[in-house]
Each structure stands twice: as structure tokens, then as C-alpha cells.
């Protein structure tokens, strides 16, 4: 028996076959991945901190340096390590 795949076009407008019913566009996930998953790394102040100061990716954190994200209220220096390590995961850095 062969599995049938649907050609889906997902709201951004990316194609995808998916055999099952699920909607989920693989494209998506993996775009949302780094925005979601590093903010849900934070205590709830210092996600409030970045999210305040229109900060929602790991793209946008890595142009601000440490100093600068340290001034934001509610991050703490423990914040830091979690922030550095998910940045670099994803090849990136904080600013110099
Ligand atoms: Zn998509």
C-alpha cells in the first residue's frame, strides 16, 4: 500500500507534502524554532526584559552586546550563560 502525499501551501506560502493530516509546515517549525525555543529558556522577568525591548529572536539579541542587555531590567547575570549558549547554537554571538 502506498502512502499518498497532499502538496499543502502553508500561510508564508512555502510548499510541503505531508502524508498525514497534520498542517504543520516544516518550514515554519524550523523558522520558529530559535524565537520560541530560547525565550522559553529565560525566567518569566528576563523573557518579559527582551520581549519589552522588542527583542523575540535570536537574530535581534545578537545585536545588542552583553553590557547592553545587562542594563535591561530584569536580566540578571545568570541570564547570560543561557543566552550565550543558545546563540551559539544557532551561530551566533553577542555583539562586541
Ligand atoms: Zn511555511
Known amino acids: 500500500m502506498k502512502t499518498e ?3 499543502r501551501t502553508c500561510d508564508k506560502g512555502h ?4 502524508s498525514s493530516d497534520c498542517p504543520t509546515c516544516p518550514t515554519c517549525e524550523q523558522e520558529r524554532k ?3 525555543g530560547f525565550l522559553s529558556l529565560l525566567s518569566a522577568p528576563a523573557r518579559r526584559a ?3 525591548n522588542g527583542i523575540q529572536s535570536l537574530q535581534q539579541l545578537s545585536s ?3 553590557k547592553e542587555i545587562l542594563q535591561f531590567h530584569g536580566i540578571g547575570p545568570a541570564s547570560l550563560p543561557t543566552l550565550r549558549t543558545a546563540l551559539k547554537e544557532y551561530g551566533l554571538s553577542f555583539k562586541n
Open 15 to 18: 510548499n510541503y507534502y505531508k
Open 34 to 36: 530559535p524565537e520560541s
Open 64 to 66: 545588542y552586546s552583553e
Open 50 to 52: 527582551l520581549e519589552h
Open 5 to 7: 502525499k497532499e502538496l
